[in-house]
Structures are given as structure tokens and as C-alpha cells.
């Protein structure tokens, strides 16, 4: 039995970190996930291509769950284990939401092996990874504002706290990331002192349930900039052109988004700096299978 499905990247509108509350956008950059489930297996193994060293614990345990939740239906044989398979044009410990969309195409493709996609809304399927992301804890804020825009696409409002979807929009922005060489893991972010800005995330939610996306992306960026110490240059750079840019995540990527030509002369700029650029577009279907 076997499954696949693609999950898209996503930037920051809003860090969760502060209050709870977190807003992101998919944009058109993918991870796919293979799942093969077994009948006579007892386990589940994970594999990442190209990195044979990253831990596969998330993706592991995201098959586990849909098999203990939906492999034994009625009129099926029990499935006991399985292995899956990821490949992805998101840098991994990069801001974009790596492990989500890693989550998110890992738990469509393993229940699209059972075919048994139809058993689950994809609110409950992105809640799912969630839940693995926090039991193997490579989240703080359990990153369901990340995990619900890569699973359906747009840019959505979240609680993270109590996994509440408080909005989704359909977007049609072109965006351009900027991806320096080094990693930032989330789970290793100074929560406390994100903590301390939680005034001017709060105004970043206000704007954000607004639709003021972009204002919101700004001052997130520079708020959230000032707390984990990095650079605000590539900000000033940006809003030069555009209205919105911003750290994503916890770094170490910054996204802009705007008009095409507008980025393409913030492109010029960050072209200067040392890493990856790519411009490309938000993304309003989510998660797929293939």
C-alpha cells in the first residue's frame, strides 16, 4: 500500500511565539512525502533524500498515528508499519515551515495508502501533524498557524494554543524569500524574551484580522528581528520597495511580498548577501496528493 502527497512551504505573517496567536502564507515551494504501510511490519522507519543524517522522528511518527487511527478499519487487513520517504525544495531549519510541510504531506500520503483521504477534514489532518511535531518536540508554539496554511493554503489566523483555525484568506501575492547559508532551529528560539514583545504582536494580530497582511508582516519582522538578534537590514531594504517583509519564523529567512517588478529590484538587493533567493508566488490549494 502506498501513498503520496506534496505539501507546500510558508512565510510569516505573524510569530506565534509571543501570545499564542500566529498567522502564515503558503507559497509555491514543496516537500512530497512516499509512504509505503506493511501488513507484516511491526515498525516505522523515515528517510530524508539527499540528507541521510536528519532526523526523521516527525515524519515517523505522523505515519504512527494514522495507523493507529486508521489502520485497522473494518474490511481491511491491519496495518502494523511502514516506511516514509521525503524529498523537498524547502531548506530544512530555514523559517519556511520545513517540518510542517514534512508533517502535513507525510499524513495525507499515509492515509491516502489506506485510502482512506476522505476520513479526515484537512483542519484535522494539519492538527495531527501538530500534535507529532509537539510529541517529538520540534515546535514551542505546536505551529498550527503554519501547519493550516501549508495544509490549505492562502494565509490563515490561528490560535495556537487551543488549534482554532480564527481565519483563512485566498492570497494572490508574488513573494520573494531570501534564505541565508546558516540554520535556526524553532525549538531552540528564546521564547521568553519573544514573550516580552507580546504588545507589538498583538497589534500585528490586530492588523492581520484586518486583512492588513503586509503592514502586519513589517512589524512582525522588526519586532521579532529585535528579539532573537538578528539583522533588520534586509527589512529596511525591503519597504523601500514593498510594504510587506519580514523574518519568517524564527529565522533565518526573510520574505517580502508585492508587486513582481517591486521585488525584483528588493531581489537586486539581497542578491548582494550570501545564500539563496527565490521569487515566486503564494500558493491557495494546500496540500495535495499526487
Known amino acids: 500500500m502506498e ?32 509512504v509505503e504501510l506493511s501488513t507484516e511490519r511491526e515498525d516505522v522507519t523515515g528517510e530524508v533524500a539527499a540528507a541521510p ?11 504512527e498515528y494514522v495507523i493507529d487511527a486508521h489502520g485497522g478499519a473494518v474490511g481491511m487487513p491491519a496495518v502494523s ?26 499524513v495525507m500520503a499515509a492515509l491516502d495508502a489506506l485510502d482512506a483521504t476522505e476520513r479526515m477534514t484537512r483542519e484535522d489532518m ?11 518536540g520540534v515546535t514551542v508554539t505546536g505551529a498550527f498557524d503554519d501547519a493550516s496554511a501549508s495544509m490549505l493554503g492562502g494565509v490563515t489566523i490561528t490560535d495556537n494554543e487551543s488549534d482554532d483555525l480564527l481565519a483563512r484568506e485566498a492570497v494572490d501575492w508574488d513573494v520573494l524569500v531570501w534564505t541565508p547559508p546558516e540554520q535556526s532551529f524553532s525549538a531552540d528560539a528564546d521564547v521568553d524574551r519573544c514573550r516580552q ?8 494580530e490586530e492588523l492581520a484580522l484586518d486583512g492588513d497582511y503586509q503592514r502586519a508582516m513589517t512589524v512582525n519582522g522588526l519586532a521579532f528581528c529585535a528579539a532573537l538578534g538578528f539583522d533588520t537590514e534586509p527589512i529596511v531594504e525591503g519597504v523601500s520597495q514593498v510594504e510587506g517583509v519580514s523574518l519568517s519564523g524564527t529565522g533565518p529567512s526573510f520574505t517580502a511580498v508585492g ?3 517591486a521585488l525584483e529590484q528588493v531581489r537586486e538587493y539581497w542578491d548582494e548577501r550570501p545564500g539563496r533567493t527565490l521569487l515566486t508566488t503564494t500558493q491557495t490549494d494546500g496540500t495535495r496528493t499526487l
Open 197 to 204: 514583545i507580546a504588545p507589538m504582536a498583538r497589534l500585528v
Open 259 to 261: 508587486e513582481r517588478e
Open 126 to 136: 494539519a492538527r495531527l501533524g501538530v500534535m507529532a511535531a509537539r510529541d517529538v
Open 53 to 63: 543524517d536528519a532526523d526523521t522522528r516527525l515524519v515517523e511518527r505522523c505515519v
Open 81 to 106: 508499519g511502514g516506511s516514509v520517504r521525503t524529498e523537498s525544495e524547502v531548506p530544512m531549519a530555514s523559517g519556511l515551515k520545513s517540518s510542517s510541510a514534512a508533517a502535513n504531506a507525510t
Open 3 to 34: 501513498g503520496q502527497a506534496r505539501a507546500p512551504a510558508a512565510g510569516t505573517v505573524l510569530n506565534a511565539l509571543a501570545t499564542g496567536r500566529g498567522s502564515a502564507f503558503a507559497i509555491d515551494e514543496y516537500t512530497t512525502a512516499t
